[in-house]
């Protein structure tokens, strides 16, 4: 009786995985090093970060709740139609450029009620943007905006 060995079976395909691992590590030697954010350079147009050293902020400054503000007061002042009841949050996501400019924005998570709408127009009215920056160069940054709904009272009772 002939009985096939597993260890067989599987024993070319860890030496072809270890002969690849192997021979990558030693085509970039630098790939297997560890390196500080600093020491990492910038060449990488296009790249868009999440967290940075110094996130986007409104030229006025206040950071990501600034922004936040920002985007419930044009939502109430917009004339657009949403439902000033709607209890919940907004998801929008917009990438600020190097060079503080808006683009792609969209909702990620929907809320209904007109209110997705009215989040995405106020975004899209946003001023230009302080950049963010990372090892002091300015990058293009992913921003998660975070809307609750109702929106404070202050804020609609100036858009009514």
Known sequence: MK????????????????????AAALASPAAAQTTSPQEIPLKTIGRVYISVEQMPQLPTGGGNEAIIQTI???????????????????????????????R??????????GTDEAVLAAVKKLPRLVPGRQAGQPVSVALSLPVPFPLPAATVSKGE
């Not at 009985?3 to 030496?15: D, I, N, T, Y």
């Open 3 to 22: 009985m096939k060995s597993s260890l067989s079976v599987r024993f070319p395909k860890r030496a072809i995985l270890a002969a690849l691992l192997a």
């Open 72 to 102: 419930q007061s044009s939502a109430a002042k917009s004339g657009m139609r949403f439902d000033k009841t709607a209890k919940g949050t907004v998801y929008a996501t917009v990438t600020v450029g190097s060079d503080g400019q808006l």
């Open 104 to 113: 792609d924005a969209r909702i990620v998570k929907a809320l209904g009620g």
